[in-house]
């Protein structure tokens, strides 16, 4: 007598092979956020094209990831230097994402402004 895997294993045999894709879809996403699919002729969205314009990019932190539940206390918007094209992993005014931290965050809303005051002083 088969067992159940051994007979999911014959049916398996059985079946026609999965076919190729006659052809695959190719998207085109920022270089810079690989975020956005509708990129300039630099390969980069709207959004990074204005932050390599002013030479920083506008983000906030995501915050500490322990359960999924955790609440918002308030978000500052920091700066982070652009140069050559790469997003500095740290902000002007020095913070980072640690080991607990959810990294920076992808949410942009399209009215941010920087409203960290360290990072104010050093623009």
Known sequence: MKSFFEKMIDEAAEQEPLKEPAFLVEIIVCDMC??????NEHGICDDCQKAVDRGYQIQSL????????ERDRG?????????EGEVS????CGYHPK??????????PDDRQVTCSRCLKKL
């Open 34 to 39: 690989h975020d956005h699919e509708d990129v």
């Open 62 to 69: 995501a915050g500490r990831c322990a359960n999924g539940m």
């Open 75 to 83: 978000i500052l918007f920091h700066a982070r230097q652009i140069s």
């Open 89 to 92: 992993w740290k902000a002007y």
């Open 99 to 108: 080991g607990r931290s959810g990294g920076w965050s992808s949410w942009k």
